[in-house]
């Protein structure tokens, strides 16, 4: 935890704040003491997300999936302000290590404490369940080893049963890769077994110490999620046979809760397993440094207590993050919004891509606090520069991109519902929760030829002297144009290029994580081209050339052949 800042609150409604638990994209996070010395979290959205009424709502509706989950196994709601800035829930602070530190710093779990635990978050997440809601978000860092048992925490994409869609698209996206079922990377579909599949997958990780489906790119974990067995190397031969169950591939196939605790057959408490109770010990929670408080009071001194866990894996400690709300399409006569947006957050790795949110028409501002960014433009010049430097020796700044292999990123339209967007094959091979982006939606921008391609960082905190280069890239549906294949007899043949660049920008010039950041945004074909093996070979193709589903990436540049995968989308140019 850190200590309380000089533009910090020094309290909320009845609470005063003790220090900084964590803070994201949609807000920061408190620890807090009530007037009669309980300790909880304070979760508040920053002043410039109360703007959108979207947010609000899905404030709101996390509050009241956190106010129907009353259970000893969670960290219960107990205060919450909804009705004027600033908004806020106020959730237990609950005290103890999570799942993931205790393994990372003492090893694997002995079987015996394995059923304990599986037992007990069986029955924690039926009780859950009881309630009408879906975890979803199942994982070690999701599991404190409190004293009076586990508890789960971190409800922020949850869902209750009878809830749905607040915006036109949609809002968040699938859990955490390793811990997200297959039926969910797959095909957005979360219920009860995609819960259980997460518990195996987390109990294996307790037995092992060991991610179940190991390491890498976001890629790679959700295909052998999808495809491959778990690493179950050295576990106890019952209880990886129960672990196998629970991360059955058909959804259908998984045991269900009440037959998970069966088949623990525990004969006594977790809280009395001396190995459980060594990992949830007694022990001073760290003070943070003393600050000013705006008035110049001194800050309160948090008070000894149980250790928590390390402070990016405290209760609620990643920000505001939206309860999911995904449901049926609008109807499909309603008009779509100009710019379809989404947040990396949400981008959370999948075999799938995510959902989307919009924004009002012509942007978020109607035109103010946006800058341009050039790439190329048709006579092969820079028709701007991108801020943070020019592409030259002299600044450093990566001045284009260009392919080193094949690329098998590729988006495809849903027929169900074209306008509320597609899915990319593969997901992004990172994340960053601040990242934002805009695509083309409406047929009149696609049919003219031209449209603008939006990005920004929101509210980030960069250190001095950070950047954050991105560029944009646009790709055809075929390796070569409709009629050329036509033609020439060679047929329609997937792209498996790279696609055409823009010149990547730094997204962190010029930002201030106070501020609303403006959008960066790019004209296609003019701000676009293609490079290979450092020299530009030409402008970016015309969209009536090649008549299909087109591929949007965004790619974290490092240098001219060194990039990554932030996030993917697409549009439809018809025939």
Not at 100 to 108: D, I, K
Not at 465 to 474: D, K, Q
């Amino acid at each position: 935890m850190d200590a309380l800042r000089g533009n910090d609150p020094t309290g909320l409604g009845p609470y005063v704040l003790q220090a900084r638990l964590g803070a994201g994209g949609m807000g920061q996070v408190y620890l807090g003491r009530s007037p009669g010395g309980r300790l909880v979290a304070l979760k508040v959205i920053r002043d410039e997300i109360t703007e959108h009424p979207e947010a609000l709502v899905r404030f709101r509706r996390e509050v009241e999936t956190a106010r129907a989950v009353r259970s000893a196994y969670t960290a219960n709601l107990i205060d919450a302000s909804l009705d004027e800035a600033p908004y806020w829930l106020a959730t237990e602070y609950v005290q103890g290590p999570t799942l993931s530190s205790a393994v990372a710093e003492r090893g694997p779990l002995p079987a015996e404490t394995c059923r304990g635990l599986f037992a007990a978050l069986a029955e924690g997440l039926a009780a859950v369940h009881a309630c009408g809601v879906t975890h979803r978000d199942l994982k070690p860092q999701n599991v404190i080893l409190s004293q009076r048992g586990p508890q789960l925490i971190d409800f922020g994409i949850a869902r209750g049963a009878e809830q749905t869609a607040v915006t036109e698209d949609g809002a968040a996206g699938p859990g955490t890769p390793g811990f997200t079922a297959p039926e969910v990377l797959m095909r957005n579909e979360v219920g009860p077994a995609a819960d259980v599949f997460a518990l195996g997958a987390t109990v294996a990780y307790a037995a092992t110490g060991r991610p179940p489906f190991g390491t890498g790119p976001a890629a790679s974990v959700g295909y052998r999620a999808v495809y491959e067995p778990i690493d179950l190397a050295g576990v106890e031969e019952g209880l990886a046979g129960l672990v196998q169950a629970c991360v059955a591939k058909d959804p259908a196939a998984r045991p269900s809760l009440a037959q998970v605790i069966e088949r623990c057959a525990v004969s006594g408490a977790l809280v009395g397993d001396a190995h459980y109770a060594a990992l949830a010990g007694t022990g001073a929670v760290p003070q943070p440094a003393a600050a000013p408080a705006p008035g110049g009071a001194p800050v309160p001194a948090v008070p000894a207590a149980a250790p928590p866990a390390a402070p990016h894996e405290l209760p609620t400690s990643d920000g505001y993050t939206p309860t999911r709300l995904d449901g049926p399409a609008g109807p499909a006569g309603r008009r779509r919004r100009a710019w379809t947006v989404v947040g990396a957050a949400v981008l959370a790795a999948a075999v799938t891509g995510g959902v989307l949110a919009a924004i009002p028409d012509g942007g978020n501002d109607g035109g103010k606090g946006e800058r341009a960014a050039g790439g190329a433009g048709s006579d092969g010049k820079a028709s701007a520069s991108p801020v943070g430097g020019g592409g030259d020796g002299a600044t450093g700044a990566p001045a284009y991109i260009e392919a080193t292999g094949p690329n098998r990123d590729q988006w495809t339209s849903d027929p169900r519902d074209p306008w509320s967007g597609g899915r990319c094959n593969l997901p992004p091979e990172e994340t960053s929760q601040h990242f934002q982006y805009g695509k083309p939606s409406e047929p009149a921008d696609i049919a003219s030829g031209r449209f603008t391609v939006a990005m920004r960082l929101s509210y980030a905190e960069a250190e001095p002297g950070e950047t954050y280069y991105v560029a944009a890239v646009v790709k055809p549906p075929h390796d070569i144009p409709a009629a050329e294949a036509e033609a020439t007899g060679i047929g329609l043949i997937e792209n498996r290029a790279l696609g055409f660049t823009s010149r990547p920008v730094d997204l962190y010039a010029g930002h201030s994580a106070s501020e609303t950041p403006p959008w960066v945004k790019l004209t296609y074909p003019d701000d676009f081209s293609l490079y290979v093996k450092g020299e530009r070979r030409g402008g970016a193709l015309a969209l009536r050339e090649d008549p299909g589903d087109w591929t949007v990436r965004f790619v974290h540049v490092k240098g001219p052949t060194e990039f990554t995968g932030i996030a993917c989308d697409g549009f439809t140019v018809p025939e």
